[in-house]
C-alpha cells in the first residue's frame, strides 16, 4: 500500500521516472550521503524501481539491474511504491504519469518546470483531490530551496515584486561573453557539456525556461495560478558583444532577468492599469545592483515583501547535485508526511485574478537601452531625439562612437521611464529615417 504522507514511515519506497542527470545527481544522494540519510532523518529511503530507455545500459549506481524497468505504467500503479520522482522532462508522458499516480495516492515529486508551468493547475488539482501532494523544489533554481523560502519563509508578507536570474545556462553564456569574449556558440555548448541545459537548449536561449520557473514563484507568492502563455518572453539569441560593452561603459550589466512585480493602478501619471508585470528579457542593471556580480550557472531571486523588504537567494541553479539535492529533499517532506499537511493548505486559487490581471506587455513601464547604427552626419542626433521627443521617451544619458570604415556610427542612448508602446512607435519612425541604418537593439533597464 502507499503510505503517502503516512507519519514517519521506516521504510520509503521511491520509483523513478527517468535517469538522466537530475535523476543520477538524486539517486547518488539518496544511496551515498554521509551521514546516510536514515541517520538523519531515521527513515529508510529506497529505490525500488527506476523506469528509463534502456534498462540494460551500464550506469554510474549501485542499484541492482533488476531495479531497471522500461514500463513507467506499471512503475506508477506498482502498489509497493510510495513516491513517484519524475524527471523525464517534457509534457507527455510526464503528465499522464503523474496523474495517474496521484490517483492512486502516491505522493509526487518532480523537477518538471514546463509541465507545472502549462498543466500546473490540473496536476495540484488531482493532487489536491487525492489528498496527495506535489513537490516541486527542483523545478525552479536547481539546488537554491527558493519555493520553501517564498511558500513559508516569507508567508508574513505581501511580496511587490521578484527579480530573478533563474536560467543557468544563458547566465553561463553571458558570463563567458563579458569575461572571456568567447563566442555565443561555444559558450552554449560548454552549457551543454556540463548539464546545465535542457534537452532542447532552446528552451534555455530564448527565455521560455526563465518564463517557466517564473510563473511557479509567482503562483506562491501572489497566491494564484498563473500560465507561461501570460509571461511576455523575449531570450539572449540577439544580445551581442557590442552592447554588452556599451551597456559596461553606461554602468550596467545585462543579465537574462525573471521579472514579477505588482503595480497599483493609476500609479504613474499616464493612467496605466493596475496588475502584475510578468516579463523575462535581456535586462540591464546597474553593476552595483545585488544581481549583477551572479555568475556563470549561478541562480538568484531577489523578493521584496512588505515586512521583510528585500531578500535576496543566490546559489546553484543546474547541474547533477545541486538539482538532486532538491529532489531529496522533497522526498524526504514526503517521507515525514509535512508534504501533504503543507500541500493541502496551500491557496493556490485563493486570490481571483480580477485582482491581479497580468499586464499586457505594451503597458509595460520601463527605461529603454537603444542603439541606433546612423550615418556620420550633422543633424542625425537631433533629429533622433527629436521623434523619441515627440513620442514622450526622455533621454537619460547618450554615448556616439567614432565612425568605422564604412562611415557609420552607433548612437547609444538611455531613456527615462516611458510605456512600451510610445517607445516602440517612437523607434519604428526612427529607423524609418533615411540616415539610419539597419534594425535597433534595444534592451529594458531596471534600476
Ligand atoms: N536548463 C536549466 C538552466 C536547468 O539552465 O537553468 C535548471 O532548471
Known amino acids: 500500500m502507499a503510505t503517502n504522507g503516512s507519519p514517519s514511515p521506516r521504510t520509503f519506497r521511491v520509483g523513478m521516472l527517468g535517469c538522466g542527470i ?37 550506469r554510474d549506481l549501485p542499484l541492482k539491474p533488476a531495479v531497471f524497468t522500461t514500463d513507467c505504467e506499471a512503475l506508477v500503479r506498482d502498489p509497493e511504491i510510495d513516491i513517484v520522482v519524475e524527471v523525464i522532462g517534457g509534457i507527455e508522458p510526464a503528465r499522464t504519469l503523474l496523474l495517474e499516480a496521484l490517483k492512486r495516492g502516491k505522493a509526487v515529486v518532480t523537477a518538471n518546470k514546463a509541465l507545472l508551468a502549462t498543466h500546473g493547475k490540473e496536476l495540484f488539482e488531482a493532487a489536491l483531490a487525492a489528498h496527495s501532494s506535489i513537490g516541486f523544489e527542483a523545478s525552479v533554481c536547481g539546488g537554491i530551496p527558493v519555493i520553501g523560502a517564498i511558500r513559508d ?6 511580496v511587490e515584486s521578484i527579480h530573478g536570474i533563474l536560467n543557468g545556462t544563458t547566465n553561463y553564456i553571458l558570463t ?35 518564463a517557466h ?7 506562491l507568492a501572489f497566491h494564484s495560478t498563473f500560465n507561461f502563455k501570460e509571461v511576455h518572453v523575449e531570450g539572449i539569441e540577439n544580445v551581442q558583444a557590442d552592447d554588452v560593452r556599451y ?4 554602468g550596467y550589466a545585462l543579465k537574462l532577468l525573471a521579472i514579477a512585480k505588482r503595480r497599483n493602478p493609476g500609479a504613474d501619471p499616464d493612467e496605466v492599469p493596475g496588475g502584475l508585470e510578468m516579463r523575462v528579457h535581456p535586462t540591464l542593471i546597474p553593476q552595483n545592483h545585488p544581481l549583477a ?5 549561478n541562480n ?11 531578500v535576496m537567494f543566490y546559489g546553484r541553479g543546474a547541474g547533477m547535485l545541486p538539482t538532486g539535492s532538491a529532489i531529496v529533499a522533497d522526498i524526504m517532506d514526503a517521507a515525514r508526511g509535512s508534504a501533504r499537511q503543507t500541500f493541502t493548505k496551500l ?65 547609444v542612448m538611455l531613456t527615462h521611464l516611458t510605456i512600451e508602446d510610445r517607445f516602440r512607435e517612437a523607434r519604428k519612425k526612427i529607423e524609418a529615417l533615411s540616415f539610419v541604418h539597419g534594425g535597433s537593439a534595444v534592451f529594458r533597464v531596471e534600476d
Open 300 to 310: 538568484a531571486v531577489l523578493v521584496q515583501g512588505d515586512a521583510v523588504g528585500e
Open 213 to 219: 520557473k517564473l510563473v511557479l514563484l509567482s503562483d
Open 176 to 210: 563567458r561573453m563579458v569575461e572571456n569574449g568567447a563566442p555565443y556558440a561555444e559558450a552554449l555548448k560548454e552549457a551543454q557539456e556540463k548539464g546545465f541545459a535542457e534537452a532542447d537548449p532552446t528552451l534555455d536561449v530564448n527565455g521560455t525556461d526563465a
Open 347 to 411: 491557496q493556490f486559487f485563493q486570490n481571483p485574478r480580477a485582482d491581479l490581471p497580468v499586464i499586457p506587455a505594451d503597458k509595460v513601464r520601463s527605461r529603454y537601452y537603444v542603439r541606433f547604427t546612423v550615418k556620420d552626419q550633422p543633424g542625425v542626433m537631433g533629429k533622433v531625439a527629436t521623434v523619441l521627443g515627440e513620442h514622450g521617451v526622455s533621454i537619460a544619458s547618450v554615448i556616439q562612437k567614432e565612425p568605422d570604415a564604412s562611415g557609420t556610427v552607433p548612437i
Open 153 to 158: 519563509g516569507l508567508v508574513a508578507n505581501r
Open 247 to 250: 551597456a559596461a561603459q553606461l
Open 22 to 58: 537530475v535523476g543520477t545527481g538524486a539517486a547518488k544522494l539518496i544511496l551515498n550521503a554521509q551521514p546516510p540519510l536514515r541517520d538523519k532523518t531515521g527513515i529508510d529511503v529506497q529505490i525500488t524501481r527506476v523506469a528509463v530507455r534502456d534498462a540494460r545500459k551500464a
Open 293 to 297: 556580480n551572479v555568475r556563470a550557472e
